[in-house]
Structures are given as structure tokens and as C-alpha cells.
């Protein structure tokens, strides 16, 4: 088995350069996602899963070289260019030239900002979960430009169109992702 698919050296080296518990419930919600995302489009779950996992892997530490450090980084642990590009490309226009041309570059570019988004919505409800959680609710937060503030609404947007997905269907498959690894970024059920 090649480094690029081994799941736990690529979560080792995310903790290795992201200590923040958000950050690294992020890649591991955004892997989620985008393992989810991958058998809608008959992809390989597990490598479209490492890629988001892996897409902020410089951010705590290099926030001013977000998206360029992470080629160093990856390139020294042994991923592949093609494997780097997907990752640089999520930043395009904000941090990166690289544009994203696959689809799986263009699902990430998507939900990358969106899962933040409802990981807020999430924090905001009684149950604290994602497993209650309702595309009405979260398309209300998305027009609600105060509400998770942080969260680049032009790039989702722009990602969905990018992608072949209208908003509210890149919502229900975001949070149907999110659910699938609910309780590994402690936004699962609440009850015993």
C-alpha cells in the first residue's frame, strides 16, 4: 500500500502540523465529505477522502503560505504532484493560481467553506449534531451573511456551479457526508 493511501500516516502527519482539534475535526469532516462525494460520482472513496483530509494540512502553521507550503510538505512525505495539485487547487482565487479542473478538485473547492458553514449550524442546534440537521436550515444560516461570518459564500457558490451541483443539493450531500463521520468530529448524536 502506497503512503498516498494509507489513512492513518496521512492523519499522523495532519496532527503532526495542525495541534488545533477544530482543524483537524475540519479535514476529517471534509474527508467525509468528500469520500461521500466520490461514490455519488463512482470515484475512489478512499483517495478522494485522503485528499480532503489532507487540503489544510499547512494552514495552522503556515496560514501566510497556506497552499504553498503544502507542497513542500507533501512532496518531502512522498504524495504525488497530481495528488498536490488537487489540494493546492481548493485555494484558488484566495491563495492559489491553480485552478481546479477535475471534478473532485471542484467538490472540494465546493464544500470546503460549506462544511464549515455547517459545522456552525450544527453547534448552533439542541442536539449539537448534524444528524438533525435540515438543508432549510442551513440555506437560511447561508443567507444570513452575519452567521458564521468567516465562511466565503461567493466560493461555495461558485463551487457548486463549478461542480454540476445546484446549492441545494451540494448542501444535502455536504451534510449527508458529515453525518456519515458525525461522531468522529463530535457532531454526532447526543443520545445513548
Not at 15 to 34: D, P, R
Not at 36 to 44: I, Y
Request: net charge negative.
Amino acid at each position: 500500500m502506497s503512503i498516498q493511501t494509507d489513512r492513518e500516516k496521512a492523519l499522523e502527519l495532519l496532527k503532526e502540523y495542525n495541534q488545533t482539534e477544530s482543524l483537524v475535526n475540519h479535514g476529517l469532516a471534509v474527508s467525509g465529505v468528500m469520500s461521500h462525494f466520490a461514490g455519488l460520482e463512482g470515484e475512489d472513496p478512499e483517495y478522494w477522502g485522503l485528499v480532503g483530509l489532507l487540503h489544510d494540512l499547512d494552514y495552522e502553521k503556515y496560514p501566510d503560505q497556506h497552499c504553498v507550503k503544502v507542497v513542500e510538505i507533501l512532496t518531502a512525505n512522498g504524495y504525488d504532484q497530481a495528488f498536490i495539485n488537487s489540494i493546492v487547487s481548493h485555494g484558488y482565487g484566495i491563495c492559489s493560481e491553480v485552478e481546479p479542473t477535475h471534478q473532485m478538485e471542484k467538490i472540494l473547492y465546493a464544500i470546503d467553506e460549506l462544511t464549515g458553514l455547517i459545522t456552525a449550524c450544527a453547534y448552533m442546534r439542541p442536539s449539537k449534531s448534524v444528524n438533525d440537521l435540515e438543508v432549510k436550515s442551513v440555506k437560511k444560516k447561508f443567507k444570513t451573511t452575519s452567521f458564521a461570518a468567516g465562511v466565503n459564500r461567493e466560493v461555495v457558490t461558485k463551487g457548486a456551479e463549478m461542480a454540476g451541483y445546484s446549492l441545494d443539493d451540494l448542501m444535502k450531500e455536504t451534510i449527508l457526508g458529515m453525518r456519515a463521520v458525525a461522531d468522529d468530529i463530535g457532531l454526532g448524536s447526543n443520545e445513548a
